[in-house]
């Protein structure tokens, strides 16, 4: 009955980890903690041997390494990640409410929104630098707070020029 039997792993500075059965030595060896030229030490007093006699433990200590998080990597280097900033949407939506609202009378309603968003979209990018859309958060910001202004002061002056034309 080998996989109830517990060994201690020596390296070769000296140093001893176990007793552990062979599932925790297993383990130990896929995390890279037991290297090629340890030795096994039986609890039960049996023979020392090396570790590449172990077929459980020589399969996975001679395997090269890998590394693999089983995440596929960003797309960083996407061409137009930099152009249009999709994975920053607050940015991007913030953005283009910012150029509408350079429409009259409809600029009132996206000025807010774009200014908001701006900063929602510039907050993204200062957490996470990876994401794009730097430049489109600062002209959303920009743009809907002058808009909003703008249409703002308008519909003032014009309230104030109906109210001072009527006796």
Same mark, same amino acid.
């Given at each position: 009955?080998?996989?109830?039997?517990?060994?201690? &792993?020596?390296?070769?500075?000296?140093?001893?980890y176990? $007793? *552990?059965?062979?599932?925790v030595?297993?383990?130990?060896?896929?995390?890279?903690?037991i290297?090629?030229?340890? &030795?096994?030490?039986?609890?039960?007093?049996?023979?020392?041997?090396?570790?590449?006699?172990?077929?459980?433990? =020589?399969?996975?200590?001679? =395997?090269? $390494?890998?590394?693999?998080?089983? /995440?596929?990597? $960003?797309?960083?280097?996407?061409?137009?990640?930099? %152009?249009?900033?999709?994975?920053?949407?607050?940015a +991007?939506?913030?953005?283009?409410? =910012? /150029?509408?609202?350079?429409?009259?009378?409809?600029? %009132?309603?996206?000025? %807010?929104? =774009?200014?908001?968003?701006?900063?929602?979209?510039l907050?993204k990018?200062?957490?996470? $630098?990876? +994401?794009?859309?730097?430049?489109?958060?600062?002209?959303?910001?920009?743009?809907g707070?002058?808009?909003?202004?703008?249409?703002?002061?308008?519909? /003032?002056?014009?309230?104030v020029?109906f109210?001072? *034309?009527?006796?």
């Amino acid at each position: 009955m080998a996989g109830s039997r517990t060994y201690k &792993v020596r390296l070769t500075n000296g140093t001893e980890y176990g $007793p *552990a059965g062979m599932d925790v030595l297993v383990l130990w060896a896929r995390q890279g903690r037991i290297p090629s030229d340890a &030795v096994l030490i039986p609890g039960d007093g049996g023979p020392t041997r090396a570790v590449l006699d172990e077929p459980a433990l =020589a399969a996975i200590v001679q =395997a090269p $390494p890998t590394v693999s998080t089983g /995440v596929p990597p $960003p797309a960083d280097d996407a061409p137009m990640s930099g %152009i249009i900033p999709y994975r920053n949407p607050a940015a +991007l939506i913030g953005y283009y409410l =910012a /150029v509408f609202s350079l429409i009259p009378i409809l600029g %009132i309603l996206l000025g %807010i929104p =774009a200014f908001v968003l701006g900063i929602v979209g510039l907050r993204k990018r200062l957490k996470n $630098p990876r +994401l794009k859309g730097l430049a489109h958060a600062w002209i959303a910001i920009i743009g809907g707070a002058l808009t909003t202004l703008l249409w703002l002061g308008l519909l /003032v002056t014009m309230m104030v020029g109906f109210s001072t *034309a009527w006796p």
